[in-house]
């Protein structure tokens, strides 16, 4: 081996420590950039003929476990999704209370039938028939307040949905921008490290909308997949998935009942959209909120029809009619009435009669106290507390049963407890315990699934985040490489500058 290649070899020996320390300064200046992966040099023994000729820089690239990456972005989807829906049912559990709590549609049940119960031993009392007006108000009230909130979260699924898709085309188009770039190295022999790491960044953005897949092309390219099959374009213009802005009163619902769908290419796929921050806003806005809506309609329609069926007609819509049942779906003819439930304005008006009664009932034989009547009068009193906070419409025959079962404007929503036989107490208490359970499950689930992602980022920071220690370490065995090599260097100049005299 001449000077000449003495001289070469070691000049491509401080190149590459050179790249080294770009790599090592790159990492460590990131090492606190959530997701950054390790970048690597790659260098490779040059050789001619068996002789041996330096060493070959190659491009850096990143140190990944493509698997644990894989976990990490499903489970990114799932917390995500579950954190949506906790954050929706815990602005409910405040107006929802929990049984028993005084706050609940169960106690505020429970206080109106008691002050039943005072009134009868004192029916002509004015204060008492005030007392029963009053309390019947504090429930409507209490379910309209209920329903709102159910109505308010609903609508946020819906606005945080919307703003999701927008987030998703823009993460989408950063991924396909990159992409292109990295393509357009990768023909070069150019490291596409640091282009790999912000695009890996932003898959982890997208991956809290929708779990994904990633699948690297040869070409540097990136195919992304939902859990269902989607495939999601990256280079097909800024705004691949539109959809149109939509409210959520009561009686709308998905599809046809004025919600818009998610559209790709003209095809809707939000049936595909699951899991994930999409995932979980479709499902509150679709099947949770509207389940929850229609459990307490029909509570609301409940109540006032076993009122009226007494002879008192307590609780009204607006217009002072009570909302009839056995439509097609079960609940057509009172989507949404517990919004709007509220104290017959007769009675509000006139509360003595909650002791007279406001209409007579067929096949029972009551009919309300006439005017002058005795003030006494117990048969309508006796019948409430008997009958309508009973199991019974009258001794032998027994109060229609509560839907739980084809619910919601659509009829395709279904209550998680069976109905059959209850009082409106019973109701009451599954409604809230059931919705209550739901939150509860939730916020349980987010904690469990909360520190599973945190193990699995944990492994992926020990394969692929940056160790100080190993970077340190790497740099004084690089500065003492650094320092050999310029030693060569300084010899093989000494030996030519002795050549060049003793020529000379």
């Not at 800024?238 to 919600?259: E, H, L, Q, V």
């Not at 699934?449 to 740099?475: C, F, I, P, R, Y």
């Amino acid at each position: 081996m001449g000077l000449n290649s003495a001289l070469s070899i070691a000049a491509g020996g401080l190149a590459n420590i050179n790249a080294q320390f770009a790599l090592i300064s790159q990492n460590v200046a990131n090492a606190a950039t959530p997701g950054y992966a390790v970048e690597i040099s790659n260098q490779q023994a040059l050789t001619a003929d068996g002789v041996g000729m330096g060493v070959q820089t190659g491009p850096a690239t990143l140190q990944i476990d493509q698997a644990l990456q894989t976990s990490v972005l499903q489970q990114n989807a799932t917390v995500t999704g579950l954190q949506t829906t906790q954050t929706s049912l815990q602005a409910i559990d405040s107006v929802l209370g929990t049984p028993g709590s005084g706050s609940d549609i169960g106690s505020l049940l429970g206080n109106m039938q008691d002050s039943f119960s005072t009134l009868l031993t004192d029916p002509g009392n004015q204060t008492q028939q005030s007392t029963v007006v009053s309390a019947a108000t504090t429930l409507a009230q209490g379910i309209n307040s209920l329903s709102a909130a159910y109505a308010t979260q609903r609508q946020g699924a819906q606005n945080d949905l919307e703003s999701a898709i927008t987030t998703l085309n823009s993460t989408l188009a950063t991924i396909g921008q990159l992409s292109n770039e990295i393509i357009a190295l990768k023909p070069t022999n150019q490291s596409t490290a640091d282009l790999e790491n912000q695009r890996n960044t932003a898959v982890q953005a997208l991956s809290q909308l929708l779990p994904v897949k990633t699948v690297e092309q040869p070409n540097g390219d990136l195919s992304i997949f939902t859990s269902t099959g989607l495939t999601l374009p990256t280079n097909d213009g800024a705004t691949p998935f539109t959809m149109a802005s939509s409210s959520t009163p009561a009686g709308s619902y998905y599809p046809g009942g004025g919600i818009a769908g998610i559209m790709l290419g003209g095809a809707d796929v939000t049936s595909q959209m699951t899991g994930g921050q999409i995932g979980a806003d479709i499902t509150l806005r679709d099947t949770t909120l509207p389940t929850d809506q229609a459990e307490l309609d029909e509570f609301a329609q409940g109540l006032s029809s076993r009122f009226a069926g007494q002879g008192l007609t307590l609780f009204t819509d607006p217009a002072g009619n009570v909302p009839a049942g056995g439509g097609t779906p079960a609940q057509s003819g009172y989507v949404g009435y517990a919004g709007t439930i509220q104290v017959n304005a007769a009675v509000a008006a006139d509360p003595s009669l909650v002791r007279d009664g406001t209409n007579a009932v067929a096949g029972t034989g009551f009919t309300p106290n006439p005017s002058g009547g005795p003030a006494g009068f117990t048969s309508l009193i006796s019948n409430v507390i008997n009958y309508t906070f009973g199991t019974q419409v009258q001794s032998g025959v027994a109060q229609p049963a509560m839907n739980t079962s084809s619910l919601g404007a659509s009829g395709n929503l279904n209550a998680p407890f069976n109905a059959a036989g209850d009082t409106l107490s019973d109701f009451a208490t599954s409604l809230v315990s059931s919705q209550a359970e739901q939150s509860a499950t939730t916020t349980s689930s987010v904690t469990t699934e909360q520190a599973l992602q945190t193990s699995l980022q944990a492994k992926v920071s020990a394969v692929s985040g940056v160790n100080m220690d190993t970077e340190v370490s790497q740099m004084l065995s690089l500065q003492n490489a650094y320092g050999a090599n310029a030693r060569v260097i300084a010899g093989v100049q000494a030996m030519f500058t002795q050549l060049l005299q003793d020529i000379q």
